[in-house]
Structure formats: C-alpha cells, structure tokens
C-alpha cells in the first residue's frame, strides 16, 4: 500500500447524468466499438454497478473508497481466491456502507476461477486487487467483456504479462473505456502540484533522483497444518515471487513511478543493482529478497537511484529528493529549494478517494481516462529493477522489454504445483546474483 500524508475526508460528488447515449442504446445491440456507456444499469438509472476480484487489505479498501466518493453505486459481486475472505469483506463493508453493498452469499464467489463470475454478475466497472501475478489475466478479460476496470498496482510481475496489460489498455481505448492505475501518487494534489512545478523548470534539469521506500515486511500469515503448499503460498502471497514480483514491484514501485512521472516517461538506457537476503530467513518470507538497491541511467547522464527495504527492526523511510541544475525538491514534504523556493500549502485530500473519483466521473461524462502509458512504464522499471538487482547484471532497456520470463500466467488451479517449494534447509531459495540467469 502507498503510505500517505495530509489526507481529507472526502466530500460526496454531486449527481452527474449520463451520457445521453446510455438511454438511447439501452437494449440496442452495439456494432463495433462498445460506447462508454455500455454496462449493466438500467436505463434512466444513474446506478453504476462494481465488483471486487480481491478481497484483502488493498481491494477492500478500494471498494471503500468508491462508495465514499460516490453514493449512486452498488456493490454487488465479491471474489477472491478463499470465501472466508470474501465473506469478511462483504461483512465488514456492508456494515460500513449499508445500502451500498447488495452483495448476497451468491454473489460471494472463491478460488481461481471466481474473478470471471464478478465479470459476468452484470457490473459496469470492475476493481482488481488480488495477487499481482493474476492482474494481467483478469484486466484483459474485464476489458474484453466492455468493463471500465481500476487495476491496482504493480500491473504485471513479468515482461510478458505487461504486454497482455499494454494491449488490454489499447483495447479499452477503441472501446472507449476507463482504466485507471493504483499508483495512487498521481492523485495527490500535492504531488501533482509539486510535480508540475518541477516540469515548469523550477529545479533546472533534473540530474538525480533518489527513490526510498524502507518498511517492515507486509502482513504476515501463520501458517495452518491442513493447508496445502499452494493454499499456503495464496494465502500468503506477499512474500512469494511468483505472486507478488517481489518487494520492489510491491512497494518501490510507487517510487519509481514518481521518478517516471518527473522525467516526463522518458525510458532509462540501463540499470543495474544489488540485493539479497539479510535477515527475512524463516519460511514464512518466502523466496524473496529482503533488501535492494539500484540505479537507472539515462542518455542525458540523469541517474535513478532505487533504495528498497523489508525488514524487521530497521529504520523506515518512504522519500523521493530530486537534485536539479537550479534546485532541489524533497517530493513528499511539496517543497522546492534553491533559485525557486516554494512550498505547497493546501490540503493534499485523500487519494485513493481520488482515483475512484476519477474512475466514476469519468464514466459519467463520458470522458474516459486511460493511464496505459504510465501503468506499462513504470511496472517495467520494477521489472527492470527487480532482474538487475536477482541477476547482479547490467540490464538495457531493449533486454527488459524482450524478456521471455514468466512468473505467473494467470493459468493456475488448487493442483498447481508452486514453482518454488521448501528446499531441504527447510528455506525456499531465493535468487543468487551472479548465478541467477537473466531470461
């Protein structure tokens, strides 16, 4: 999750009509491309219809955050890998939001195959948070299907995956439905002020950015004995690769978007790091790395340098400074320094309220919002960082985006064998730098 300042309570938008289209195809077959008003409402009724296809922490909170920007929705399909989760969710919001949540034990759906059954439950927009392997499959079916879709980050874990996520955010766009990123900095009106700023030249040229983001290790599931490897593994997915991508593609990953962001989407050249496992050694984290660090290097001599941490007992940190030819910028205190000193001083709001806001405004107006662009550059530069740092290679651009490794395809049942197990130190193995291949 992104760790957030200077929230504000949000203030409920007020009613919008729909297009004026919404009425007229009301039970009109569609030729070619899908309106932006294709969706399951009735006719005359300004209700929009969500589901959730993951119902932990992140998704649940996401459905919050829709209901509390937008009172005419409904929330009537919950899906997640287990209906104990699923369940809890729909309880613990229901009870939070009332009215809002319509959404009965039949439309409760559980296991791998339950994210198709929220697709089809008749929604008009679709919120994804499950395991990040998964979000690749489940965009482009939501999309496919003609669903506006909110896709939490990282988009993909994998190369290959963030080029089913590309075309997925192509399709939305002959289709003219939303997509909207979970990389939810964008959305802070700070940083969005702050951020403009820089790209007026308040700093000069950007020469460094040093992105920070050091924490404990995420939740933490103890493991039950009438478990089997894979339920244990889901169960506990933030500490598996081939679910989460690792922690740089959960946490750093928001930093290195704001790096991105700065330098306008302009694509580093190389990069290359260093990592391991220092501390984070019992079963229960997995395959991963505990600590990374590495620098992006691009064709006019800027540097991004990536610090990323899970571990216990350490100091945290979550920062992003920028050192410019004028000045500096320290991103999330909104100050600038040096020849254009300047400081925001408004309220920040709440931005995971934000995104929702963005996502259902603009289904109402008419005015689809795609953040393709970003959602495939900067899950590429976790990916890059993620194969430089586990492989202790210097890794290119044009390598990272032909990279043939596959984490996770989506295609995955209660009999799959994980792809990595308990070696016989009674330890899953993590990357090697210097012996783990690049593929």
Request: glycine fraction near 10%.
């Amino acid at each position: 999750m992104c760790k957030q300042k200077n929230n504000q309570s949000a203030n409920t938008p007020s009613r919008r009509s729909f297009l004026k289209a919404s009425s007229a195809a009301a039970g009109a077959a569609l030729v070619g491309n899908l309106s932006i008003s294709r969706g399951a409402h009735a006719a005359g009724s300004d209700i929009l219809k969500f589901g959730l296809i993951g119902c932990g922490g992140r998704g649940s909170g996401a459905a919050g955050n829709v209901m509390n920007v937008d009172k005419n929705v409904r929330l009537i399909a919950m899906a997640d890998a287990f209906m104990d989760k699923a369940i809890g969710s729909r309880d613990r919001l229901k009870n939070q939001y009332k009215d809002l949540v319509d959404v009965p034990n039949e439309r409760c759906f559980a296991g791998f195959d339950a994210y198709r059954k929220v697709i089809d439950s008749g929604v008009d927009v679709v919120l994804i948070a499950a395991a990040s392997g998964f979000h690749p499959k489940y965009m482009k079916e939501a999309i496919d299907a003609g669903k506006h879709v909110f896709v939490e980050k990282p988009h993909s874990i994998d190369a290959p995956g963030l080029k089913v996520v590309a075309q997925a955010c192509a399709e939305a766009k002959k289709k003219n439905l939303s997509v909207v990123s979970g990389l939810c900095w964008r959305y802070h009106k700070g940083v969005q002020e702050t951020v403009k700023r820089v790209h007026d030249g308040a700093i000069g040229d950007i020469v460094t950015i040093q992105e920070t983001y050091a924490r404990p290790p995420y939740r933490l599931t103890n493991r039950d004995p009438k478990w089997t490897e894979i339920q244990w593994q889901v169960r506990n997915w933030y500490h598996f690769k081939w679910l989460s991508g690792d922690d740089i593609e959960q946490s750093l990953v928001h930093s290195l978007d704001k790096a991105n962001w700065l330098l306008k989407e302009k694509t580093p050249q190389t990069c290359w790091g260093v990592g391991g496992r220092s501390s984070m050694f019992e079963p229960k984290f997995g395959d991963q790395f505990d600590n990374n660090a590495m620098v992006f290097e691009y064709s006019d001599g800027a540097r991004v340098y990536g610090f990323s941490r899970a571990a216990a007992g350490c100091h945290n940190e979550t920062s992003d400074h920028i050192i410019g030819t004028k000045g500096s910028c320290n991103l999330l205190k909104f100050r600038i320094e040096g020849e254009n000193k300047w400081r925001f001083q408004g309220n920040g709001g709440n931005m995971y309220d934000e995104e929702q806001r963005v996502l259902f405004n603009s289904i109402r107006n008419g005015k689809p919002v795609n953040n393709g662009k970003y959602m495939v550059g900067s899950t590429m530069l976790g990916i890059m960082g993620r194969q430089a740092c586990y492989t202790g290679k210097k890794i290119t651009w044009e390598q990272i985006n032909n990279s043939t490794e596959v984490l996770n395809d989506g295609n995955v049942t209660w009999d799959t064998k994980p792809p990595v197990v308990l070696g016989k130190d009674g330890l899953y193995p993590c990357a090697v730098p210097g012996m783990t291949k690049f593929v």
